[in-house]
């Protein structure tokens, strides 16, 4: 069998409201076992904005982003069965209950204690009770869902939402006889409403009573004759039957009713799939998400497909996706395992697998695919026991087959994996005994060749030395024995035909070597000669540069004394001297720069700080004029003022006098004469008013004069 080219297949069960593949990818040519799939209850939230898909990781181990998901909750005052919700709540409770929303993805125990004290505060509040039974399920807590979802239909009976998501809950919980006497009974109560029978129609859906869900949704598409979901799970009871023509019919004429209804698409994925067109079914099921992006099923049907494309860094994203919007999808965590198996990620998938046999120790199909792992898996396990892991291998297919029937067809299979294993597990043991009997009379010859390879090592050192300090006849002797200890020892061959060369190179080398050595000699003295006569010449002129402190002309000359002359002690100590003066010069070069540097840094500094306080003089000068000329104009509005006022005044005053003497003058003056008295009187009063008037205008008062009362 070829374990390096084993084909992934997939069936496909469809067992909830959406279409929930399962993978089971591995090295086998034969079909592999499939998971059953537990859908999550029905969420009934408005559809949100896509989420933008991720960018494909260049790291397929590396973490998906995190992001805080759940189940969708429901918020006061959407519409509840496309009607406007007409209920008001306490102000304080619906305070609380947006709270206990806006944390309960990421504290979701707080959250439920919250949406309690909103419901305490406002009974009326449905709502809260609800959510709190969307994030127990969501956290695997059955028992208390059902008793959230409960209360919130004792609060609003007709509240279809909870009762739909009860009825699945109840499937969940392994209750279908519960799940279905519950939704009859709602639907004797609320018998127009289209969305429990849809409930009851997916309940049969989930029971594999296809006909009886046929039926459901056919009389209730009669009087509902729009209603998309319904037409969804009608086509979807033809699909079962595999009468794909007949469904993709209906879902083509929801699609006219309802193009954005993503449960449509996923549909249209299945029948895709099942005609074998992968690349079509990964379109439809993109579009699904496009459209509503928390569907922890669709994602997972979509890694499958892409598993099935071995496409195994696009399966392993969805994957994700699909368990951070449900953590308990433990089908979707196997489905990832596979996948990382199938990206040769083995150690990441073999964590995976012992995790899930952790959090969920029924999950047979985990018992199979890490029997698959450690079978297959020969050179990618390096480091680990190869006896171990095939025994792991048996035992986990052993302990999966427990589980199924051994006569049907993944039964034989299994059994002939087991086989296989056990195969390898002997062979693996027969190679281990013949090597063991291979090594045994390895080491018997190696003890042998060992005791002449030590006298060979303790004699090859003493040999190489003699052959390095050219002791040729001794090298001679110990090369020798080494031969007689290792025939083939080429090196030592090698060597006693060198020496030999040696020995007769070596008398012809010494004949010419001294005649070359008295030749030699000769030329050398006359170079020491011509040398010390151009230092003694040289070193004259750089004493004399020296003295004069030239020590650039000096340093050049005592540099070429030591050219003729190496060994000169003089003309070293010179130069150091020399290089001791450059730089003590070049340090004072340096702090006078600084100096210099720093004296013009204050004097910028002062001259900076002088123009700013003659410019702040000058600002102040001219603020202090503005304000002297704007008190002065003040000053002389305030004195026209007060002069209007006292001319106004002493006016007002002269007319109530004369108005008065009048008066008075009209009452004690007989009648006949009071008319033309009181006329004169008038005109007198108007020409003495007039002149005062005069009077104020040529000669204004002073603001500070007092007018005195008559």
Known sequence: MDMKKFAFNVIVLLISTYLIFSCASSKKKEEEVIKPVEQIAQQQAPQEEPQKKEEEKTEVSQKIEEEETGPNLEAVGKKVEDEEEKTEFNPSAVSIFNEAIKIAYVKPEDAIKMFEQAAKTDPKLYKAYHNMALISEWRGDYSSAERYYLEALRVKPDYFISAENLTMLYLKMNRPQDAERFINDQIQKYKRSSRLKNAL?????????????????????????????????????????????????????????????????????????????????????????????????????????????EDYKSAIREFKVAMRYNNKFYEAKLNLANALRGEKLYEEAEKIYLELLKENPKMNDVLFNLGILYLDMDR??????????????????????SHIDADSDIGKKVAKYITEAEKKLKNKKDDIEREKKRKLKQEEEAKKKAEAEARYKEILPKAEEAFKQK?????????????????????????????????????????????EAKLKAKE??????????????????????????????AQTLYTEALSYKQDSEKAKERLQEIEAVFKKRAEEEKAKAEEQKKREAEAQAKKAEEEKRRLEEQKKAEEKKRAEEEAKKKAEEQRK?????????????????????AKKKAETQPKKATSNKIDDEEDETNKNLQKHEDSDKLKPAKSGDKIDDE
């Open 201 to 309: 129609t997916m309940l049969y859906l989930k029971t594999n009573r296809i006909e009886d869900a046929r039926k459901n949704a056919m009389k209730t598409l009669k009087v509902d004759e729009k209603n998309t979901e319904t037409m969804v799970l009608l086509a979807r009871t033809y699909i079962r039957d595999k009468k794909f023509e007949l469904a993709q019919n209906i879902l083509d004429n929801a699609k006219e009713i309802s193009p954005n209804n993503e449960k449509i698409y996923v549909e249209y994925s299945f029948i895709h799939k099942q005609n074998n067109n992968i690349n079509a079914a990964i379109e439809m099921l993109n579009k699904a998400i496009s459209i509503r992006y928390d569907l922890p099923e669709v994602h997972n049907n979509l890694g499958v497909l892409y598993s099935q494309a």
């Open 380 to 401: 990618e396990f390096e480091g680990r026991d190869t006896i171990q892991r095939y025994s792991d291998a048996i035992k986990y297919l052993r302990d999966y087959s």
């Open 471 to 515: 002791k040729w006849e001794e090298a001679k002797t110990l090369f020798t024995d080494c031969i007689k200890l290792l025939p083939d020892d080429k090196l030592s061959r090698e060597r006693l035909q060198a020496i030999e060369q040696n020995i007769q190179a070596e008398a012809e080398a010494k004949k010419k070597a001294e005649a």
């Open 524 to 553: 050398e003295a006359k170079q020491r000669a011509i040398n010390e006569k151009k230092y003694n010449a040289v070193i004259v002129k750089a004493d004399a540069a020296y003295k004069k402190k030239d020590y650039e002309t």
């Open 641 to 661: 003022k007060e002069e209007e006022a006292q001319a106004k005044k002493r006016a007002e005053e002269e007319k109530a006098k004369a108005e008065a003497e």
